[in-house]
């Protein structure tokens, strides 16, 4: 029997509170692995009314003026005028409130990158998970991106509403929104649109026009044709007259940010990766060096299950590691591909297990994860942290490559065929 429903993701544009924290998180962790790239960051950050609160444990040799680049941030991010959003880069109070990294914690993972050899293999089972904890990896064949098509539509739509705000298309925005898409599934098959909800900021009138209502008929008018409906050229499924398509459903959404709502890093983690279509470990990303491995082994868990789904052996695949605290290789691996698998799943074990580094230092070797915000201009890390650290078609992150997909076809028939014989 023909089994329908329907399935929701959410997204948050740039200037929604939470995610100027981990934008403001990220931003630090550019700039001090930028000078250092041995630094030891888990930045998090607090934003409300005028107010923005850094603390967190940091071991670094890199000079950073702290207070300059949350303003520098938070100008680029959109909000500029305090009149217009009650908070601003140039008048926000900036609060700086940082520990040394725990010697405790670090004993596991500094001792052993400072006596390594530089990219020594043999060296990286000395050196340790920065922490414990689950992470999980997906990549289904829903979008070219080998995203779930809730949140890549999602993510698609915050990311057009920031583009025509700085483009000054639709010059009445303001930086802060949320976007929720639900798809109807049928089968486990994406087939329409059921409702789009964009809820954004905006001023108080637009143009000569001055009442509510009119004001709310005009931003859906605009949105519709400027936001919604280029997000989907490259989409086989497509909003059609059944969409139910909800704007502002209080009436408006004038008073945004941090004035309407405080923040804090790490608040939007389903966001960050899969919507709630796969399952999270639970730790967030941003503000965290790339020896915590809640960043770093959920990174390469999306290389391992996208190239998995990219070599055409699952439509549909999640791998999970775990780790334990100053132990290299995982304490477990685990891969589902939810009864879509073309190959037996523990073929597909074999095949992460061998042909995927899942050692911290060899994750980090892998994806050149230190190294990267000086080797892009100090900008990287802040760069995921809006708009989805996954799935980015405008981005180009090392664990998005598909480039082990033809390695993994192969490896899988050889295996099938020895199985066979």
Same mark, same amino acid.
């Given at each position: 029997m023909s089994r329908r429903y329907l399935f929701t993701s959410e997204s948050v544009t740039e200037g929604h509170p939470d995610k100027i924290c981990d934008q403001l998180s990220d931003t630090i962790l550019d700039a001090l692995l930028t000078q250092d790239s041995n630094s030891r960051v888990a930045a998090e950050v607090v934003v409300n009314t005028g107010l923005v609160l850094v603390t967190g444990e940091i071991s670094s040799n890199a000079t950073v003026n702290y207070v300059s680049l949350i303003r520098k941030k938070i100008a680029e991010i959109g909000y500029t005028d305090p009149t217009n959003n009650g908070f601003s880069a140039d008048s926000c109070s900036v609060l700086i409130a940082l520990d040394e990294q725990s010697a405790d914690i670090a004993q596991g993972v500094d001792q052993a990158f400072e006596t390594r050899e530089a990219d020594s293999q043999e060296?990286?089972?000395?050196?340790?998970?920065?922490?414990?904890?689950?992470?999980?990896?997906?990549?289904?064949?829903?979008?070219?991106?080998?995203?779930?098509?809730?949140?890549?539509?999602?993510?698609?739509?915050?990311?057009?509403?920031? !583009? @025509?705000?700085?483009?000054?298309?639709?010059?009445?925005?303001? %930086? =802060?929104? /949320? &976007?929720q898409v639900t798809v109807a599934y049928e089968d486990g098959r994406p087939v329409g649109i059921d409702t789009i909800l964009i809820s954004t900021q905006h001023t108080e009138t637009i143009d000569t026009i001055t009442d509510p209502a009119a004001v709310q008929d005009r931003i859906k008018e605009d949105l519709w044709a400027? !936001? @919604?409906?280029?997000?989907?050229?490259?989409?086989?499924?497509? %909003? =059609?007259? /059944? &969409?139910?398509?909800?704007?502002?459903?209080?009436?408006?959404?004038?008073?945004?940010?941090?004035?309407?709502?405080?923040?804090?890093?790490?608040?939007?983690?389903?966001?960050?990766?899969?919507?709630?279509?796969?399952?999270?470990?639970?730790?967030?990303?941003?503000?965290?060096?790339?020896?915590?491995?809640?960043?770093?082994?959920?990174?390469?868990?999306r290389y391992a299950a996208k190239n998995i789904v990219a070599a055409g052996l699952a439509e549909k695949c999640e791998v999970q590691l775990s780790y334990a605290i100053g132990v290299a290789r995982p304490v477990s691996i685990f891969v589902d591909t939810f009864g879509t698998g073309r190959v037996d799943e523990t073929v597909l074990l074999e095949l992460v297990?061998?042909?995927?580094?899942?050692?911290?230092?060899?994750?980090?070797?892998?994806?050149?994860?230190?190294?990267?915000?000086?080797?892009?201009?100090?900008?990287?890390?802040?760069?995921?942290?809006?708009?989805?650290?996954f799935g980015r078609p405008d981005l180009e992150l090392p664990w998005e490559k598909t480039d082990k997909a033809d390695l993994l076809k192969d490896a899988a028939s050889q295996s099938l065929a020895g199985i066979g014989a």
């Open positions: 060296s990286w089972d000395t050196i340790g998970a920065g922490d414990q904890g689950i992470m999980f990896g997906f990549a289904c064949n829903e979008t070219p991106e080998y995203m779930p098509l809730p949140i890549s539509v999602a993510h698609r739509i915050s990311r057009q509403l920031s !583009v @025509v705000r700085k483009n000054q298309v639709l010059p009445y925005l303001g %930086p =802060d929104g /949320k &976007t400027k !936001v @919604v409906m280029p997000v989907f050229a490259d989409l086989s499924v497509q %909003p =059609d007259d /059944k &969409t139910r398509f909800l704007v502002n459903p209080t009436g408006k959404f004038v008073i945004g940010g941090p004035q309407g709502d405080s923040g804090l890093t790490g608040r939007k983690i389903i966001v960050d990766t899969y919507g709630g279509y796969s399952r999270h470990g639970g730790g967030a990303f941003s503000g965290k060096d790339p020896t915590k491995v809640d960043r770093s082994a959920a990174y390469a868990c297990q061998k042909h995927f580094e899942l050692r911290p230092a060899g994750i980090i070797h892998t994806f050149d994860l230190q190294r990267l915000p000086a080797l892009q201009d100090g900008c990287f890390y802040q760069n995921v942290a809006a708009y989805g650290h």
